[in-house]
């Protein structure tokens, strides 16, 4: 039986879902007016979605998660979680798309908001920040990424896991994260790049 394989860390301003574990329970199928949806080929703008991935929408913000990955059901969500799609080999979970969402504060872009939110989540995982910068965001006033590896505190012997934030903000006052989370030796830059490739925001 397959088994959902998350715990979840919520925060005010951050969540870290962590796979590899197993719940027992099987993953909920996507559930009629559910936050998650098929997005159609021209929802992203124009961005190529890689052979071999769904293109979705979770709350105006498409992107394109590999085939067979699972939504994760709408009573698991916790504000500010939107929606999620996670990926499984057999019955173990090795990675999960989390998408955040919510207001800005005043005049504060992809970076600050980023930022503010990854100093919560270091709160609450061994991490170690890497590669990080301005990203390129169809329909994004602004956009940042930052890539990081960490591990659990309470989990033994630990996981090497990875992780990536994309972090966009729009004219409005609204910011959406996309936070991309592995296990480590499952996953490749490739998996990473593709899905954060296909980012848009819808307007």
Known sequence: MRTTAVSATVLALGVLLAGGCSSGADPAPPAAGTAGEEAPPEAAGQVEVPEGFTPVTVDRLSFAVPEGWTETASEELESPVVGGYAGFEGDQEIARVTVLSGPTEANEDARSRGEGIMSA???????????????????????????????????????????????????????????????????????????????????
């Open 121 to 203: 989540l270091a709160l609450e995982v061994r991490m170690d920040r890497g590669e990080r910068g301005e990203a390129i965001v169809p329909g994004a006033s602004s956009a940042h990424e930052v890539h990081y590896t960490y591990t659990l505190f309470d989990e033994e012997p630990p996981l090497d896991r990875r992780g990536l934030d994309l972090t966009m903000v729009n004219d409005q006052g609204t910011y959406w994260l996309l936070r991309i989370t592995a296990l480590a030796e499952h996953t490749n830059d490739a998996l990473f790049d593709q899905i954060t490739g296909s980012v848009a925001l819808e307007g």
